[in-house]
């Protein structure tokens, strides 16, 4: 037992001597492990110090884009007629830390300086500025029932504060409304963008206080924005277009094609005529800047990296002196025929110009009208995309078709000058009286606009079979045979000029409920009482008569270059060729017996001529007028049973006539028919004399 006992003490006993030992070693572990960590804190902290310093104020880069002033457009003398005037403005780049409260206390502190007094704004605008207070915010939230606020939906919760609102009555001063004004541009910005928020009225006060003041508006800036501007008049900008704002920014129509295109949705675009046409070229190449920002998100650095290239410049065939004459012309000539009673009904005037030789337009007027409220506008782009019935002045084309076809030839081109008599229906005759010329050859017809000998040239080409007051037949295909005759001439199709909204002019009906073609309208068509034409194609069709027979395609855009810093030197990347798109297959005779009668129209001495009060004009013209029946369409009446009976008033010519430098094509539609007097013809003197004055060479 002594024995047992001795041994337990001994192994108690060397137990309790060995625990300090191993506590010892355990402490030393944890001392030795401490050590090192803090040895490698130490050698952390000397030797890459500075490296972790920077990687936690690592800056990360972007780059953004910025617009550059659009392209500037001239006339053919190099006058400006659309450029970019320079301007200051207050800018504003948002970085990717801009908090709601942020953009909250800039809006007003910048609303001190500066009033934007040419906009208000919305209901919705000042809601959004006044939940922009945390205290108005959390004012409103409280007012939530709390059925809505159990639910945890923010959207929901959100959507009832911002109704709470709008039934509000919100009462703000102008510097807070110039406030919310602010609030509202800056919340829409995208990251790193740089936007306006006064580019319109800015003070040299303003930027002054601005100026004074940045350190306190991060952000803010002053820059330069552009506008356009017309120093040679505004009445070009029918012609030239219009660009959106930077509010309405990119069209919502062609939105996504914007987009994909590289725009930004508030860039500034071309949306009408000549700055839409002409987009991709006028709107340059952006500028590039790499926009660096710290950690937290704040603006760095901005550095540029491509300072971008202007908008190609567009040198017009038009001359910018000729064309406000034209369009003066035209408004003091249509101004008469309003104040005569002529023009009581009448929707508008239109005139135009152009080269015969290549196509180029040499002016482009117009006038558009409300009867209703007798109120007139520029609407120079109407002779492209309004189309009227034209009369007797479409009748060298038909003429022409019936030499070319042989029906008749410029030696036996007489035919009987007897009215038509259709069962059912009145007399067709010309406007003499009945029996005046028992037979006409082609000239004389030209010159008196027989509309007799173009109804008898019409049946004998198409083969009608007639028996007057009884009978007439025609094939199926008598439309288009004569259609396509006009068409030769570029009448009742697109002349494809270089601006957008281009129509084709309006085909009456060719066939009755029954399928039987309409044989009446057929003889209309030919002495052209039936299917509706455009002025730009009317000029077209007598400048093909003018120049020997080349159809000209029609443009206004002469060159596109680039302008020099300098602004006074256009550098030419493109210059447009004349495009002839058809060659009138006739013979020289065959064009000298239409020449010859609309030499005569002017200065023949018939006393049926139409155009003789023309005949002292020097240069020499020659042309054919026209007179159409149509009645006046009332939009607020469109059932009116006995509308007033109306006519349309046309004028065609070139001049010089023996070597045309100039084709015109004049249309006073709706006028009253005993009060037509000879506006056209007033307006075809002022523009080729006005033309031979400014190009006397």
């Known amino acids: ?92 780049t948002r970085s990717a830390a801009t908090t709601p409260d942020d953009i909250y206390r800039i809006s007003n502190a910048l609303s001190q300086y500066i009033r934007i007094n040419d906009e208000q704004p919305t209901k919705q605008q000042v809601a959004d500025y006044y939940l922009g207070n945390k205290t108005n915010s959390a004012k409103e939230e409280s007012k939530v029932p709390k059925s809505i606020r159990d639910t945890q939906d923010d959207k929901l919760i959100n959507q009832r504060i911002n109704e709470q609102v709008l039934s509000e009555k919100i009462n703000l001063t102008s510097r807070q409304k110039t406030a919310a004004l602010i609030y509202n541009k800056i919340s829409g910005a995208y990251s790193l963008s740089t ?85 991709p070229l006028l709107k340059g190449s952006k500028s590039t800047s790499m926009v660096s920002t710290k950690s937290a998100g704040d603006i760095e650095q901005t550095k540029s990296i491509y300072a971008g290239q202007a908008g190609s410049s567009l040198i017009l065939t038009l001359d ?56 007139m506008t520029n609407n120079a782009l109407g002779v492209i995309n309004q189309s009227f019935v034209m009369g007797s002045a479409v009748k060298g084309a038909m003429v022409s078709g019936g030499l070319i076809n042989k029906v008749i030839t410029p030696y036996s081109n007489t035919l009987p000058d007897t009215p038509v008599y259709l069962p059912g229906t009145p007399i067709k005759k010309s ?39 009884e009978y007439i037949s025609m094939p199926q295909t008598s439309f288009d045979t004569l259609r396509h005759n006009f068409n030769m001439f570029g009448l009742g199709q697109k002349t494809g000029v270089d601006l957008p909204g281009e129509i084709a002019g309006i085909q009456g009906r060719s066939f009755n409920d029954q399928g039987q073609i309409l044989s009446g309208s057929v003889l209309d068509l030919a002495y ?50 004349p495009n002839v798109q058809l060659r009138i297959p006739w013979t020289s005779d065959e064009l000298n017996i239409v020449r010859q009668g609309f030499w005569r129209v002017v200065h023949g001495t018939n006393s049926w001529g139409t155009a003789h009060r023309l005949k002292d004009v020097k240069p020499a013209i020659s042309g054919k007028s026209g007179t159409a029946q149509t009645f ?30 100039i084709a015109t094509a004049v249309i006073f539609p709706g006028l009253d028919p005993e009060l037509e007097g000879s506006y056209t013809l007033q307006m075809t003197k002022a523009m080729v004399q006005d033309y031979f004055k400014l190009h006397k060479k």
């Open 320 to 375: 910018a002196q000729y064309q406000k004459q034209v369009q003066k012309s035209l408004e003091q000539i249509y101004s008469s025929a309003l104040a005569a009673g002529a023009a009581r009904y009448s929707n508008g005037a239109y005139a135009v110009a152009m080269d015969p030789q290549t196509g180029a337009l040499l002016a482009v007027a117009g006038i558009s009208r409300d009867p209703s409220k007798n109120k």
């Open 195 to 279: 936007i306006y928020l006064k580019n319109n009225g800015l003070t040299d006060k303003e930027i002054a206080q601005v100026g004074e003041h940045l350190s306190e508006l991060p952000g803010v800036g002053i820059g330069t924005d552009w506008q356009r501007y017309y120093p040679n008049g505004s009445s070009i900008q029918s012609i030239i277009g219009s660009v959106s704002t930077e509010k309405a920014g990119l069209p919502g129509d062609n939105l996504q094609y914007y987009l994909t295109n590289g725009y930004s949705r508030n860039d500034r675009v071309g949306t009408s005529y000549l700055e839409e046409e002409y987009e």
């Open 528 to 577: 052209g009482n039936y299917d509706a034409y455009t002025p730009i194609q009317m000029v077209q069709y007598v400048a093909t008569i003018a120049n020997g027979g080349y159809r000209m395609q029609p443009y206004i855009v002469q060159s596109i270059g680039r302008t020099a810093n300098n602004g006074k030197q256009v550098y030419i990347d493109y210059n447009k060729k």
């Open 632 to 661: 006046y369409y009332d939009p607020d009446h469109p059932n009116q049973k006995n509308p007033p009976e109306l006519v349309n008033a046309t004028f065609v010519g070139y001049a010089p006539s023996d070597n045309a430098r």
């Open 1 to 92: 037992m002594k024995l047992t006992k001795k041994n337990q003490g001994t192994r108690d006993a060397g137990k309790q001597s060995s625990t300090p030992i191993r506590m010892k070693i355990i402490l030393g572990i944890i001392f030795v492990l401490f050590a090192t960590l803090i040895a490698q804190l130490a050698y952390l902290q000397i030797g890459y110090g500075s490296r972790f310093k920077a990687e936690v104020q690592k800056s990360s880069s972007a780059v953004v884009s910025s617009q550059v002033p659009r392209g500037v457009m001239y006339d053919n003398k190099g006058r400006i007629l659309v450029g970019n005037r320079a301007k200051n403005a207050i800018t504003y």
């Open 431 to 469: 406007v003499y009286p009945v029996g005046t010329f028992g037979a006409l050859d082609a000239e004389t017809a030209l010159e008196v606009s027989s509309n007799i000998y173009m109804m008898h040239l019409a049946m004998n080409w198409v083969h009608a079979k007639y028996v007057p007051k």
